[in-house]
Every structure is written in structure tokens, then in C-alpha cells.
């Protein structure tokens, strides 16, 4: 048994309402919700909201809706692993139980990369698998830009390392995180000690922030869609 957690809460303030926004024709949960039916990972899929229509809509994609999460565990501040260990609790999920953690705004993933995530925890005995990308630039040359409109490296002594010899860099690609029932609710760091990376292509990883982001968001799956890649 294994069981598919999509958080999606109803006060995104950036983009209003964007858990169940139209995106390329289809509810951005949507998205989320078929790449976990279609995996054939999990014995459940399940949204956790604060939010009716949210629920609604999540239901008619396919998820499940067990209860309300409550007003507590949905402000602008609440981290992930509380609201995942809510849901492991208030359904009694064993410890041992594989849980995946997967973002509503998350239209890119695909099965396969889910099948993989749980591939890896099973294999590793990762406390978590976390899904990466790398950075299209070294940030060992990262600029800083003051309020005046000067920049200046973040770090001056990088300023003639070629980029080859700098090491690569990743970072989380805000997309899923597979882990044990039990250490989703010890409470402890996602990217502590015993979390494994599962990379992810680059074009496949855009943060939903602002509308720019939705934007370009929209352009790439309309790509991926006419190569037949989505």
C-alpha cells in the first residue's frame, strides 16, 4: 500500500486561486491528480484542503477528500511536513507506509517520475526522495544587485574560476517528496540526513509563483504537448 498526499490549500495569495485555476484547459490540480491515478502507485490519492470548492473539484479529478484540514494547518506559514503528518495521523496510516507528498502546482510531473521516486525510497532505504533539478547557472557567481541599480559578486574570489570547474549545483524542484509514514510525522528536515535526489530535467521545472511564471509555464506545456511530450 502506498498513498498519494497533494496539499492544496485555499488562500494562495500571489496567484489567487490557483490550485483549481484553468491551466492548458484543465484545473491545475488536475495535472497533479491524473500523473498519481495514472502512476498506478498508490491506493489512494488524496487532496488535503481547507476549501469546499477545492474539495469539489479535486473529487471530480478522481481524489479522494476524507475530511476538511483544519483553518490551524492552512495559513501562509504553515509548512509542508505538519500537514502531511496531519493526514498520516488522522487516518491512521502505518509507519512503514510509503507517502508521497505531491504539490497541486505541479502540471510537469509525470507518472513515470513518481514510479521512480518510490523505486529509489525502496531501493535506498532513503528517509526521503526528494525530486531535483540543477541550476542553469553556477550560483558560485551569483550576483548581488543593490537598491541603487550596482551589482557585485556574492562571492569576488569566483570571479575567474571557469564555470566547468565549478561544482554543480542543485535544487529542489518543487514538485513531490516520497517518505515512510514515519518520517513524515517524526517532524524532522526533508533535506536532513538520509534524503536521496531524484533528478529531473530542467524544462520539466518551473516555479508557480506570479503571473509571469504561469505564463511561461502555459508555453512550455503547450510545447511539450505538440512534441508529444505531455
Avoid at 566547468?164 to 524542484?173: C, G, K, M, P, Y
Avoid at 529531473?200 to 510545447?223: K, N
Wanted: aromatic letters at 8%.
Amino acid at each position: 500500500m502506498s498513498v498519494c498526499i497533494i496539499p492544496a490549500r485555499g488562500g494562495s495569495r500571489r496567484i489567487p486561486r490557483k490550485n483549481i485555476r484553468d491551466f492548458c484547459g484543465q484545473p491545475m490540480i488536475a495535472w497533479s491528480i491524473r500523473a498519481a491515478i495514472d502512476s498506478g502507485c498508490f491506493d489512494r490519492v488524496i487532496v488535503s484542503t481547507d476549501d469546499d470548492e477545492i474539495a469539489s473539484v479535486a473529487e471530480d479529478c478522481g481524489a479522494e477528500i476524507p475530511f476538511l484540514r483544519a483553518a490551524g494547518l492552512a495559513d501562509d506559514h504553515t509548512p509542508t511536513v505538519p500537514v502531511i503528518a496531519d493526514v498520516i495521523h488522522r487516518l491512521d496510516i502505518a509507519d512503514r507506509t510509503p507517502v508521497c507528498c505531491l504539490y497541486a502546482t505541479a502540471p510537469f510531473v509525470l507518472p513515470g517520475d513518481l514510479r521512480a521516486g518510490l523505486a529509489r525510497l525502496a531501493d535506498t532505504g532513503a528517509r526521503f526522495v526528494i525530486a531535483v533539478t540543477t541550476y542553469a547557472f553556477p550560483i558560485q557567481r551569483a550576483l548581488r544587485r543593490a537598491a541603487t541599480g550596482e551589482v557585485e559578486m556574492i562571492d569576488p574570489a569566483r570571479m575567474q574560476t571557469r564555470s566547468q570547474d565549478l561544482e554543480e549545483a542543485w535544487h529542489d524542484a518543487g514538485q513531490f517528496y516520497w517518505g515512510r509514514a514515519k518520517s513524515w510525522t517524526e517532524g524532522g528536515a526533508i533535506f536532513g540526513v538520509g534524503a536521496q535526489g531524484l533528478p529531473l530535467p530542467r524544462y520539466r521545472v518551473v516555479d508557480i509563483d506570479t503571473e509571469e511564471d504561469w505564463q511561461r509555464a502555459e508555453w512550455t506545456m503547450r510545447v511539450m504537448q505538440q512534441d508529444g511530450r505531455a
